[in-house]
């Protein structure tokens, strides 16, 4: 499906669809209907019947196959989940003998006679390895295979993938479009988490991660020393990675930038209040350290180093830094 606020993006794809690039890469916010974008263009290219209007037909048989998941010339590319489906603390990433097992099978000849699509999201999972097996067959791709990449941070794409491929941004709603969607769809507290979401509205319901988040925007609020250690403990035996807790922070002292220069909070706004008297009592200073210790922090946010005490370290900081200490 393609959602509203991408229709003119798809008129501008479907155009090309007599002149198509033998890779697109779709860049734009994460969780704002890229992907599906993506398994629509995908569906589009195998259609049997190639409507005038760039549309797949939803009856040949390719498009009864895609919709079924088991059309024979689409490979689907995504981070290797664990067997046992438990993530946890693990960064899942696209590995080369994914992309190997799928590439070895683009010079083969189409099943139903047409193109082969392969979709990648998100891409910027591929490890360097997979990156540069993906990279060899870019510059020289076989005839009739159409690659559809996916990703959330072009910065973390190898920059000879993205000279490979025509470039498509796909924005995500306005404010007034998202809340719609999220209205429809029955969402509670549907303003607090559009805003927490930085207005992506097609986030996944995460009531466990939104319970702990709303303990730690309550303990930033008032920070204790005896309720940091608590806190600590509990988000370390939820078995989220740092990296959820780096965000939820990050996401926090921005606002209480902002809430310094006498700005509304972009995340967190129904803290308004707790945010404007932090900043009152904060130097901008210390905020600016404590923001580079999170920073410096972000590329172990998927390690295997003791998040509790990572946890009990930080906002013991943050404690002094609530102090004005």
Known sequence: MIYPWHQQQWQQLSSTRQNHPNAWLFIGKENTGK???AYHTAQALLCEQNPESGEPCQTCPSCHLFNQSSHPDFYLLTPEMPEDGAIGRKLLQIKIDAVRNILDNVHLTSVRGGKRIILIAPAESMNPQAANALLK?????P???VFLLVCHSRDKLLPTIKSRCRQMLLPAPSRAEALAYLHEHNTENAEELLAFHAGAPLFQATPEADKLRTELLSLLSSPRLLAILDYAATF???KLPLAIFLDWMHKWLLDLGLS???TQPLYYPAYRDALSQTAKRTD???LFALTQRLNKLNPYG???LSVKIQLEDILIEY???WQNK
């Open 137 to 141: 067959i870019l510059e020289e791709p």
């Open 236 to 238: 370390d035996k939820s």
């Open 35 to 37: 992907t599906a974008f």
């Open 319 to 321: 404690l002094h830094f």
């Open 284 to 286: 901008k200073l210390q």
């Open 302 to 304: 998927y390690h295997t």
């Open 260 to 262: 310094q220069q006498n």
């Open 143 to 145: 005839a009739d295979v």
